[in-house]
């Protein structure tokens, strides 16, 4: 599924989204939930700036500048679970959300793929889905019953499509950090991280799933999730960390690398 693909010649922005609101039937509340979060988050956030928490708005703007993407507001918020996320609002300036516990958690190097991870969400345009995916997890706490009520009228289709752009946007992290190990998440850890055995158990996760049970297990845990599994991530983006394109597009790269490092 595409964010735009609907929309036909000759149609303003405001019939496209009347046209979307009416299948997802949920247009209206998902736009006041989104408005709710937008003021919550200004509200209680700390916005990122060269004169506020400096080394995470370079981090930002060096991540941009390699993926080629207007940069959006970086917030840091308050709160002990490790998450970031993206909101595009329509007509405002999209933003990144970043919570302080996975500041601690992650090191700067792996802070900035995940920052990357985002900038994907924003460079491919995934906005108003993910934004809504985005309501679908965190709206209940804003408004109780609405994340429930959107869950309820959210087609299997987006969900497995939004698995899908995760997936791309890993590729965007990859494409700044330029390590795949930098998804482990526990900078204490991260040298005896063993890629290998990672990738091992993703292997055996397909031979347990490649049975007709193992296969109906398998699609009825992650049909409703809007992130693949972490074990299936890891041999996406290690697959494509060997791939022709990413060495090729490396390649390219490297003039501008020798560039920033001057
Ligand atoms: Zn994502």
Known sequence: ME?????????????????RSSDLGVFNIGSIAEQVMFLEN????????????PELHQLMLEAAEILNVEPPDLYVRQSPTPNAYTL???????????????IELLSRKELQAVMAHELGHLKCDHG???????????????????????????????????????????????????????????????DQ??????????????????????????????RQLSHPL???????IDEWSRSREYNSLMKQAMPMNTLHKA
Request: glycine share 6%; proline share 5%; with cysteine.
């Open 3 to 19: 964010p735009h693909s609907r929309r036909k010649k000759g149609e303003s922005d405001k019939e496209e989204e009347d046209e």
């Open 128 to 190: 108003l889905w993910l934004t809504y995916a985005n309501i679908l997890s965190l709206g209940a706490y804003v408004i109780p019953g609405v994340g429930g009520f959107i869950a309820s009228s959210i087609e299997e289709q987006l969900t497995r499509w939004l698995r899908a752009a995760e997936l791309t946007c890993d590729r965007a992290a990859l494409l700044v950090a330029q390590d795949p190990k930098l998804s482990g998440g526990c900078p204490s850890l991260v």
């Open 230 to 236: 972490p074990v299936l991530r890891a041999r996406e």
């Open 42 to 53: 200004i509200g209680t956030s700390l916005l990122v700036s060269k004169n506020q928490l």
């Open 193 to 222: 991280l063993n890629v290998d055995a990672f990738l091992e158990q993703a292997r055996s996760y397909d031979k347990a799933s490649s049975s007709p049970m193992g296969w109906y297990i398998s699609n009825a845990q992650t």
């Open 88 to 102: 595009a609002i329509s007509g405002k300036r999209p933003f990144v959300v970043v919570h302080t516990s996975l």
